[in-house]
């Protein structure tokens, strides 16, 4: 069964801090993956698309790289902010399905 | 450009009745899939539709339905509602679908009493 995974659950920073959210899929077979950010009770808003032949992904304080021979990609936030806080979820597009599979997500705190 | 836009924002059912929701695409985009997220299941997908035509379905009851129509806007329906259905559904849109940038709408949350 192709599964994708986020570990921690949960992550509590003090501001400034330079963080990476992790995810895990259990097929290296893969179209793409996405980065999204839900904030609570709303819809998810897109942040990266990472193209299977692609290593990297940049955007103002975030980068997500991909390693598809080892089924991770992680996002690193820089300078991390309050407003940063939210659940962060990964999506993987794997070869055999069209649809997107998610992780549970990473909900993160920035504290002031 | 206008984002994603889904209606109604909140939904309130009982039991046994049916429920209508609506999406409409970023102008432009095609392909318009619907997300059931749960905090138990978390997001899982429902079903994916494109020129009218359904081209992707997920592992839901036959209760579920949806169509598409010309203009790209999208519904779903559920029938016969349980009280597992309550849920933020959420509905997705991309320019040909497949592996294309998906973007999100805000939800529709549908509580089932």
């Known amino acids: 069964k192709q599964e994708v995974t986020q570990i921690p659950a949960a992550l509590s920073v003090p501001e400034g801090e330079n963080l990476v959210l992790n995810c895990s899929f259990t097929d290296s077979a893969i179209y793409n993956l996405q980065w999204f950010r839900q904030d609570p009770g709303k819809g998810l808003t897109s942040l990266l698309l990472?193209?299977?032949?692609?290593r990297e992904q940049t955007s103002g304080r975030l980068n997500a790289s991909l390693d598809k021979s080892s089924g991770r990609s992680t996002l690193y936030i820089a300078a991390s902010q309050p407003g940063d806080s939210a659940t962060y979820l990964c999506a993987v597009r794997f070869d055999s399905a069209r649809q997107l599979t998610f992780g549970s997500g990473t909900q993160l705190t920035v504290l002031p | 450009k206008a984002g994603v836009t889904q209606t109604p924002r909140y939904l309130i059912k009982t039991r046994g009745q049916q429920v209508t929701l609506s999406c409409s695409p970023i102008?432009?985009?095609?392909?318009v899939s619907w997300y059931q997220q749960t905090p138990g299941q978390g997001l899982q997908f429902l079903f994916e539709?494109?020129?009218?035509?359904?081209?992707n379905k997920g592992n839901f009851p036959g209760r579920f339905s949806g169509r598409q129509f010309s203009n790209s806007r999208s519904e779903m329906n559920v029938s016969t509602l349980e009280l597992g259905d309550s849920a933020l559904y959420l509905c997705?849109?991309?320019?040909?679908?497949?592996?294309?940038?998906?973007?999100f709408g805000p939800g529709t949350r549908l509580t089932v009493l």
């Open positions: 997705a849109s991309s320019l040909v679908g497949g592996i294309d940038e998906q973007f």
């Open positions: 539709y494109f020129s009218e035509t359904q081209r």
């Open positions: 990472i193209q299977s032949s692609q």
């Open positions: 102008s432009g985009h095609r392909s």
